[in-house]
């Protein structure tokens, strides 16, 4: 399945340039555009539990993208259900924040 709903917007892609010193705030802002998609980002984390799931990414710089194929194997499996977590656990700050708008 294709989510592209769920993948980095071209304005966020162009700002973080790969540039490993924006990692952080890459992903933070990655994040908050994912909280309008929180429904696509669990049916990722149900499928993950589930079994494999495959992400694929169009970045040449492989060592800051959470869809590279060895990110589980540089920070092991429970580092990739954390960040996972963390995404959804921040989506849902956002969205609830935005409903308090």
């Given at each position: 399945?294709?989510?592209?709903?769920i993948?980095?917007?071209d304005?966020?892609r162009?700002w973080f340039?790969h540039?490993?010193k924006?990692?952080?705030?890459?992903?933070?802002?990655?994040?908050?555009e994912?909280n309008p998609?929180?429904?696509l980002?669990?049916?990722i984390?149900?499928?993950a539990k589930?079994g494999?799931?495959?992400?694929?990414f169009g970045?040449?710089?492989?060592?800051f993208?959470?869809?590279?194929?060895?990110?589980?194997l540089?920070?092991?499996?429970s580092e990739?259900q954390?960040?996972?977590?963390?995404i959804?656990?921040?989506?849902?700050?956002?969205?609830?924040?935005?409903?308090?708008?």
């Amino acid at each position: 399945m294709w989510l592209k709903e769920i993948a980095p917007s071209d304005k966020l892609r162009k700002w973080f340039a790969h540039d490993p010193k924006k990692w952080i705030e890459f992903k933070q802002k990655y994040f908050k555009e994912l909280n309008p998609n929180q429904e696509l980002v669990d049916l990722i984390i149900k499928k993950a539990k589930g079994g494999n799931v495959t992400l694929l990414f169009g970045a040449k710089e492989e060592r800051f993208n959470n869809a590279n194929p060895d990110y589980a194997l540089w920070y092991g499996w429970s580092e990739m259900q954390r960040d996972l977590t963390e995404i959804k656990t921040l989506a849902e700050e956002f969205h609830e924040k935005a409903k308090k708008k």
